[in-house]
């Protein structure tokens, strides 16, 4: 682990990383012993790992599969997030959108000129959100770790997007009652050492990447963070943390003036009528 | 030494590094982008390889959230 100059054995790897989940559920009072967790599950090293460490402590959680209609890698993702709840006795909700909602990702994308990137975005927000909330969970929990929050405050940094800065934390409360607390145990840990601990836990996790992620501006950033990563050991933690160490100075207590229910479905929302219900009808309109 | 790649899922031949730190440099890959594994074994950039190692990279960054 070259930003902490040191190397580890396998049992202080599995050590590490849970203390430092331990510390990101404490520092951000994320959840507690009572609290019903959903863990969204895609069946790649970071989700299956949240839950495999979220288990280890003891919380009260479930896991949730969106089955996003994307050929083999969706069907693999299924096998590999179905089989790792099977072997571990947890429960997994299903929620497949071909049969929920009429279409999958790819066509759902065809219908609306959106990028997969964006309906899949859309579909997996709003599902995580309302299956949470209508199933009682206290809160969704989702495997973003380091990287992924490094590179997304690049991407956000570099064009001054201030909106999403606002919102780039590792718990956002509830602002609308239809919204469930979200929270990512994960922020403190490197991409590099989540997937070694789901390599020494002998996680199977999927280790292929989304066909449709081939050139996103994540992998970029994340090309971009690492070099500098290489150079200077830290620089990701020391750009993030920085980020948050500011951010607390902000009323990060305040309502979003700018949610509203969706005149449709009733979902929290900025405009009138949200994405979801946006793309739906276009399934429903669909010759 | 047999060298196993994934993104997209290939295999490989190479001859000559002898540490682990020489092989992602011969192939022009950032240590903090990939894990390197021996078999179940994780092996760190100082370890030493053998000609007839059969050795997995694996990348560490996905795109998705």
Same mark, same amino acid.
């Given at each position: 682990?070259p ?69 083999d ?5 299924h ?14 909700? $299903?929620?497949?959108?071909? @049969? /929920?909602?009429?279409a999958?990702?790819?066509? +759902?994308?065809? &219908?609306?000129? %959106? ?17 949470a ?21 690049l ?16 718990? $956002?409360?509830?602002?609308? @009652? /239809?919204?469930?607390?979200?929270v990512?145990? +994960?922020?403190? &840990?490197a991409? %590099? ?13 999927v280790?292929?990447?989304c ?18 990563e ?11 943390f ?5 951010q607390?100075?902000e009323?990060?207590?305040? @309502?979003?003036?700018?949610?509203r ?8 929302t ?18 | ?7 997209p ?16 440099k ?10 390197v ?14 000609e ?14």
């Amino acid at each position: 682990m070259p930003r902490h100059n040191t190397s580890v054995c396998a049992a202080c790897l599995n050590d590490y990383v849970v203390e430092q989940v331990k510390r990101a559920i404490k520092d951000h009072t994320m959840f507690g012993r009572g609290d019903r967790i959903l863990v969204a599950v895609s069946g790649g090293k970071d989700s299956l790992s949240l839950w495999d460490i979220l288990m280890r402590l003891g919380y009260d959680t479930a896991g949730l599969h969106i089955q996003q209609g994307i050929g083999d890698y969706s069907e693999q993702s299924h096998q590999k997030t179905a089989a790792f709840a099977e072997s571990r006795g947890a429960e997994l909700i $299903l929620h497949s959108l071909k @049969e /929920k909602e009429g279409a999958g990702v790819l066509e +759902l994308a065809d &219908l609306t000129d %959106r990028s997969p990137c964006s309906a899949c975005g859309v579909m997996k927000r709003y599902n995580f959100n309302k299956i949470a909330c209508d199933r009682g969970f206290d809160v969704l929990a989702t495997g973003h770790n380091l990287d992924d929050e490094a590179s997304r405050l690049l991407g956000n940094v570099l064009r001054w997007q201030e909106d999403y800065l606002a919102k780039q934390f590792p718990a $956002l409360q509830a602002t609308h @009652e /239809k919204f469930v607390k979200k929270v990512k145990p +994960l922020y403190r &840990l490197a991409e %590099r050492e989540i997937t070694a601990y789901a390599v020494v836990n002998k996680i199977d996790y999927v280790i292929e990447e989304c066909p449709m992620s081939v050139g996103s501006k994540m992998f970029v950033n994340k090309e971009v963070l690492n070099r500098l990563e290489t150079d200077a050991p830290g620089t990701k933690q020391a750009f993030y943390f920085g980020f948050l160490e500011r951010q607390k100075q902000e009323d990060l207590s305040r @309502e979003d003036e700018t949610i509203r229910s969706c005149t449709r479905c009733g979902q929290p929302t900025t405009a009138a009528v949200c994405s979801y219900c946006r793309i739906l009808e276009k399934v429903k309109t669909a010759p | 030494m047999h060298v196993l790649l994934q993104h997209p899922k290939r295999e490989t031949e190479i001859k000559g590094p002898r540490t682990v730190g020489q092989l992602l440099k011969r192939l022009n890959l950032l240590p903090e982008a990939v894990l390197v594994l021996r078999g179940d074994e994780l092996i760190t950039e100082d370890e030493a390889l053998k000609e007839d190692d059969i050795v997995e990279i694996r990348p560490v960054i996905s795109g998705g959230s």
